[in-house]
């Protein structure tokens, strides 16, 4: 490694130890009011912390968006300061992109591109895009990993658990112990561009039959562990949609919902980024699915149990509730935590229970699902908190990611039919084999 390169990730090294000590103030101030009395402005402070994560470029502001999006897991002041950070960051300048392209497919990568664009086409928290054409003319993307990330994702989760014990000394109602192992074993896992690749290539499968959805195909020979070369896929921003016609945004929001859902009802897979900037709309309504580093597999009867809590729900069925969320992972449930429970599920499932067409959500304002996970939140610190599953924290962050941007696009949808038209064939054994072999096929 070049002195650049060693330079560069001092500098990093050195914002990052400051990052670190200003979450450790923040984090005193907050037990600080905790125990000692003191007055706190939650959302003064919420404001500092975000300020603190939002110059950065790296692993801890990716993780601060994926709390803002996961259910209880931190207070809503906090949320709400952490939906406002933006996932592009400045990009890394034009000696670090060539030392990189160097360093992971030789002196003469040049000569292996037709055109290299110097400027990144994206910048985001783990790494940055650049457009490129290949030998053949076709065009390409280059997906190039931030210098030193792994030390850097390994020092952020620390400060992550630092920030979760904090909270829980504070308050019991949610045990974020495997929210915090799973979120890590995710975030490990996305420094791995290699396996992105495989995880791409697999989403190619799942979707091969599904018109309105498209998934970049790697180019291995111009790929590696820190380089992702795929083909480029062209398309707007989502939000860019959310004025067009009602017949424009229903139909890009039934291929987002195929997108998600026929990989997990089919294949037990999910897609745990439902980011805006993970996806993008065409001319005729499909959609560039994109970014595969946040891939969650479940086993068949996680899925099952997801299909037996919707029955249960529908059939006011008490015994196949609990014996979904005991499928699902949570132990001990109670008549009471299970009707603190079901209030969740019925957010959740509510436009799937009804046979008709609606919005997801009957008010547009606010945060999808804020007021119900805050009333859910109270309940359960009432009996003592809940220890969600690991499995339980992606699924559902899909749930509200999709229905975040479901409300964007103001959507009226039957979901109701969207949806039994994935589960009324349900066969777990079938799902099982469907799904070992699409791993198989693609190195998983």
């Not at 998600?260 to 996806?279: E, Q, S």
């Not at 560039?288 to 299909?307: E, H, Y």
Request: net charge negative; aromatic share 10%.
């Amino acid at each position: 490694m070049s002195n650049s390169d060693d330079n560069t990730i001092g500098r990093r090294a050195k914002r990052y130890a400051r990052v670190g000590g200003t979450v450790g103030g923040l984090a005193a101030k907050f037990v600080g009011s905790r125990y000692l009395g003191l007055g706190l402005d939650k959302e003064k402070h919420a404001g500092e912390l975000t300020a603190a994560l939002g110059g950065l470029k790296g692993p801890l502001m990716k993780v601060a968006q994926l709390m803002a999006t996961i259910p209880d897991a931190l207070p809503d002041e906090y949320v709400a300061e952490l939906k406002q950070l933006q996932s592009d960051a400045p990009s890394m300048g034009w000696p670090f992109v060539r030392r990189r392209m160097a360093a992971e497919l030789g002196s003469d990568w040049r000569k292996r591109f037709e055109a290299f664009e110097r400027d990144a086409a994206h910048a985001a928290s783990l790494g940055q895009v650049h457009r490129a054409t290949g030998p053949n003319g076709d065009p390409y993307a280059c997906k190039l990993q931030y210098p030193d990330m792994s030390a850097a994702v390994e020092a952020d989760l620390t400060q992550l658990d630092l920030v979760f014990k904090i909270y829980a000394r504070a308050d019991k109602a949610v045990d974020t112990r495997d929210i915090h192992t799973e979120i890590s074993e995710r975030l490990r896992e996305e420094l791995d561009y290699d396996l992105e690749g495989r995880h791409m290539a697999l989403y190619q499968d799942m979707l091969s039959e599904e018109a309105g959805v498209h998934v970049p195909e790697r180019i291995p020979d111009l790929s590696s562990g820190r380089l992702l070369t795929m083909t480029w896929l062209d398309g707007e921003p989502l939000l860019n949609c959310a004025e067009a016609p009602l017949e424009v945004r229903n139909a890009v929001a039934a291929n987002m919902f195929r997108a998600w859902y026929v990989p997990f009802y089919y294949y037990a897979v999910i897609h745990g980024d439902p980011h805006l900037g993970n996806y993008s709309v065409r001319d005729d309504q499909s959609i560039n699915l994109m970014d595969f580093g946040c891939i969650r597999k479940f086993d068949a009867s996680f899925v099952r149990g997801v299909i037996d809590l919707y029955y249960a729900l529908r059939d006011n069925d008490r015994n196949r509730a609990a014996y979904a969320y005991e499928t699902w992972g949570f132990s001990e449930i109670t008549d009471e935590l299970m009707d603190v429970m079901n209030i969740w599920a019925e957010f959740v499932y509510a436009p799937l229970l009804r046979d008709r067409v609606q919005k997801i959500q009957e008010s547009d304002s606010g945060l999808y699902g804020a007021g119900i996970a805050s009333k859910v939140h109270a309940e359960l610190r009432k009996l003592g908190g809940i220890r969600p599953p690991r499995e339980f924290v992606f699924m559902d962050r899909a749930a509200i990611g999709l229905g975040s941007v479901f409300m964007h696009l103001k959507a009226e949808i039957n979901w109701h039919q969207m949806f039994h038209g994935l589960i009324d064939d349900f066969d777990e054994q079938a799902l099982a084999d469907r799904q070992a072999a699409a791993l198989s096929a693609n190195g998983l």
